[in-house]
T-cell receptor
């Protein structure tokens, strides 16, 4: 089925380190969204991007909408233990309005 | 401040049984959708709807039916449950407009088929 390619799949980092993850698609999207999911809960929106080239921050999180409209990245600066979780990207298909999700990046922060 | 409401939260079914997962939203969103999430996997789209009376298949529609008789409700029906349908199911909704939207999730429904 259609899914976004999200990388890395998982990562272990030390507390205080910066983290970077990205998503790529073969389709053009008009919206990119980044979510975090904690165990046993639904995804929670972190950042929304609506224009090619847009760079948006939310605290220690920064995300960008790629110029080609086929990719996006999320950076987390100075990671802390509560950053642990699964991060998903999502893109919205222009023709059908449907949202497609990446396979997730599992982040573990070592104190 | 309900947002997207899913019921039930937990359900155990026997193989071959049928059931309906309920989803309702109070934000007047045109777009509603159902995803399933298997362990270690991302969210896979089952069915979606861009408005009342309109439904379409996602990536993994087999074994599921949906209908959209009202803007608020989007139930997901399992016709004859199979162990492969053991999963966490999320309902989500959004406006249809081309930009400036986000998709909002319910809290999830944990389904086990034995």
């Amino acid at each position: 089925g259609q899914q976004l390619n999200q990388s890395p799949q998982s990562m272990f980092i030390q507390e205080g380190e910066d983290v970077s993850m990205n998503c790529t698609s073969s389709s053009i999207f008009n919206t990119w969204l980044w979510y975090k999911q904690d165990p046993g809960e639904g995804p929670v929106l972190l950042i929304a991007l609506y224009k090619a080239g847009e760079l948006t921050s939310n605290g220690r999180l920064t995300a960008q909408f790629g110029i080609t409209r086929k990719d996006s990245f999320l950076n987390i600066s100075a990671s802390i233990p509560s950053d642990v979780g699964i991060y998903f990207c999502a893109g919205r298909d222009i023709g059908t309005y449907k949202y497609i999700f990446g396979t997730g990046t599992r982040l573990k922060v070592l104190a | 401040n309900a947002g997207v409401t899913q019921t039930p939260k937990f359900q155990v079914l026997k193989t071959g049984q049928s059931m309906t997962l309920q989803c309702a939203q109070d934000m007047n969103h045109e777009y509603m959708s159902w995803y399933r999430q298997d362990p270690g996997m991302g969210l896979r789209l089952i069915h979606y709807s861009v408005g009342a009376g309109i439904t379409d298949q996602g990536e993994v529609p087999n074994g599921y039916n949906v209908s959209r008789s009202t803007t608020e409700d989007f139930p997901l029906r399992l016709l004859s449950a199979a162990p492969s349908q053991t999963s966490v199911y999320f309902c989500a909704s959004s406006y249809n407009s081309d930009s400036g939207n986000t998709i909002y999730f319910g809290e999830g429904s944990w389904l086990t088929v034995v």
